[in-house]
T-cell receptor, first 118, second 118 residues
């Protein structure tokens, strides 16, 4: 149980184009999904928190007009990188919160998407 | 100040031996959760173990155990009987429950790269 998928796993695009990344919880419903970004040899940095049916909450310094997040259902959240530039090249990874009980609220992660902007 | 500190950028351990990965945390929130994740070279984040701040006993999951010392604010991961497949990055993370538990963000440490020698 608690499987999260991401699609695509790897994408290469030209500068100026938009890229959409999907995050799905396969065997559970996730009211909350999180989007992280990870640069090589660094830790994960939270970009935004996505709640089903409401606007995402972005972390300080993350441009919400550039990184569009849509949490359309309890099993799907999408991240769209608009007008991508080479500095947006990174590993993007989502997680979904599985509320096993009130206290643990473990986050399960997708396999990640490696974005390369040429 | 860093909320999660992992002081060991890299660790080596002989196969079949035990290894301890250090993690200290900083929070004034009385309710919080501590997590360990494993990230192999493929990039996916694999949940290993969880410890709640009010848990009386140290968490254990198979070969993984968490040495929780609340007064010292440490949550070290102990891996017993290391296997070659344990070679990966290991991240300690904390969730503060100031949002009421279900939507708290994870704050990650910088990670420790564990290499298991045959």
């Amino acid at each position: 149980g608690a499987v999260v998928s991401q699609h695509p796993s790897r994408v290469i695009c030209k500068s100026g184009t938009s890229v959409k990344i999907e995050c799905r919880s396969l065997d559970f419903q996730a009211t909350t999904m999180f989007w992280y970004r990870q640069f090589p040899k660094q830790s994960l940095m939270l970009m935004a928190t996505s709640n089903e049916g409401s606007k995402a909450t972005y972390e300080q310094g993350v441009e919400k007009d550039k990184f569009l997040i849509n949490h359309a259902s309890l099993t799907l959240s999408t991240l769209t990188v608009t007008s991508a530039h080479p500095e947006d090249s990174s590993f993007y990874i989502c997680s979904a919160s599985l509320l096993l009980d009130f206290s643990s609220d473990t986050q399960y992660f997708g396999p990640g998407t490696r974005l390369t902007v040429l | 100040a860093q909320k999660i500190t992992q002081t060991q950028p890299g660790m080596f351990v002989q196969e079949k031996e035990a290894v301890t990965l250090d993690c200290t945390y900083d929070t004034s929130d009385p309710s919080y959760g501590l997590f360990w994740y494993k990230q192999p070279s493929s990039g996916e984040m694999i949940f290993l173990i969880y410890q709640g701040s009010y848990d009386q006993q140290n968490a254990t999951e198979g070969r993984y155990s968490l040495n929780f010392q609340k007064a010292r604010k440490s949550a070290n991961l102990v891996i017993s009987a290391s296997q070659l497949g344990d070679s990966a990055m290991y991240f300690c993370a904390m969730r503060e429950d100031n949002y009421g538990g279900s939507q708290g963000n994870l704050i990650f440490g910088k990670g420790t790269k564990l290499s298991v020698k045959p």
